[in-house]
């Protein structure tokens, strides 16, 4: 392991640093580090032996690793997988982890997160900060990986009681470098405040597909369609997979979500039932108008 | 009334166009003619007198008329206004109608505008030729008005059966003028259409959006919300008065596709209930195909 430079402001460079998922997130983290001059090398592990070799080739790996190995080597790791993958993965880390790594994740959930990075690292949990940074795109894999990606995103960070203070900021220092905006939350706030305005408009939006093609005339509603349309589902596109590990590791916080909800839509189909324009015009334009403040600019 | 100028496809100049509804609908198809030099003379009907006043100092219209002098001095009519105030303008319009012109509309459902068409028209109701232009704009009023609207918006015709296929002709090429793409579908069948990827997705972003502000920590969630949220909850910003009237007016239609879409919830809440993460990622991956082949592009 190389000798870490530290900077009061917790921006330690990394000597070695593993990512656990050489995808979009994993790549792009890699890519913004290095250009921020922040990592000496970078170490790749994952599933599949065609994207690690496709991430050596486009230099966003220098070496692709076993996960122990990745453990072995690494002063810094990020781990973005899906949400489901984390219990395996932090299982063959933890054994191996230098006392003095510390390792950070991109799941969209975190106490699920937490549980499995708990058992897989025993007395070293203290070495994991939580993190969460609120970035995509519709394309992923290695050859979308960007060091632009995380440029004025958010990250929230849900910290341990374990975490040590110097350990906290220097993991929000590296997301710093990457350009993002960090934020601290507690574990179980993150889960509710995602669920809410994350998970569910990805549910409703797959679901209203799934409802949509069980028309006789599909073809034709999907032609008539328009720009409405197109904005309210453009979500639906993101990777099956890693929305069911999402909907799975927030299990109850969605199913809190989904009670809710049925409570408006029920009130609201009870006044399209009785004809009540009054209501519907207060709820539509109390809607309207929250939604144009969020944005400030109607865009 | 001028003498109109025909040419073979039905494009026949109109020689003065009243517009019922002098905001960016009724206002960009006046635009959009003049600028095609297809309109002599433009005069503006509406309910409040400033935006008829605003509308001339913008020279969207040349003139503000009362709804009997609209129906006395135009040869072609089109009214842009919210469907529950179409009753008393087609009453307005119907006696004084010029036996030689004709009517179209920018209403979002037509089986409700052709009920108070027929009531107000009577036995002139073969002079109206119901139509909807699939544009708009999160901007409103006549200052937002545009010859560019409609340029590659689909407007869809529902032809009577009373109709003259000349007159047909004649509003499908005019519309053709403002640049849209026209499609002619049954009135039943179009709302139907209209509910399922127009009429629901803004019924599911609006009470979404009521639903979240039930938060107590509603700040916290909305400072937390990203780019997915931005785009599913876009349309929930549309004019209040517009959508009630719509759902009002299609409430047949949306009572249907909302008890639909409740059997499909019903069964994605009951997976996450069973931990079914086989039906989940099968449902999601469907969803995300559907909507991937929609755009053809991933955007």
Request: glycine share 10%.
């Amino acid at each position: 392991m190389n000798a870490p430079s530290a900077s009061p402001d917790g921006l330690v460079a990394v000597g070695t640093l593993a990512v656990v998922g050489v995808g979009l997130i994993g790549g792009s983290f890699a890519a913004a580090l290095r250009r921020a001059g922040l990592v000496g090398r970078v170490i790749g592990a994952g599933r599949r032996p065609e994207t690690l070799a496709q991430a050596m080739s486009l230099g966003v790996i220098d070496e692709a690793v076993t996960l122990t190995e990745a453990a072995r080597q690494a002063d810094f790791i990020f781990i973005a997988a899906p949400v489901g993958a984390f219990a395996p993965i932090f299982n063959a880390l933890g054994p191996e982890l230098n006392p003095d790594a510390l390792i950070t994740d991109g799941g969209s959930t975190k106490q699920n997160v937490i549980v499995c990075a708990r058992a897989g690292l025993k007395d070293r949990i203290a070495q994991f900060v939580p993190a969460h940074p609120m970035a995509g795109s519709h394309e992923s894999g290695p050859a979308a990986a960007s060091a632009d990606l995380y440029a004025g995103r958010r990250v929230m960070l849900t910290p341990l009681a374990e975490n040590r203070p110097q350990d906290v900021s220097r993991v929000q220092a590296l997301w710093q470098a990457c350009g993002a905006v960090v934020s601290t939350l507690d574990p179980a706030q993150h889960d509710a405040v995602m669920a809410s305005i994350s998970h569910l408009p990805h549910w409703l939006a797959a679901f209203y597909m799934r409802h949509i093609l069980q028309s006789d005339d599909i073809a034709l509603r999907l032609a008539m369609a328009g720009p409405g349309f197109r904005d309210f589902t453009r979500i639906a596109q993101g990777s099956p997979e890693m929305w069911r590990d999402i909907f799975l590791a927030n299990r109850e916080a969605m199913l809190g979500e989904l009670s809710a909800l049925r409570g408006v839509m029920d009130q609201a189909e009870q006044a399209l039932l009785n004809h009540d324009g009054t209501w519907l015009q207060d709820a539509l334009q109390e809607a309207a108008r929250a939604r144009s403040d969020w944005t400030g600019t109607g865009s």
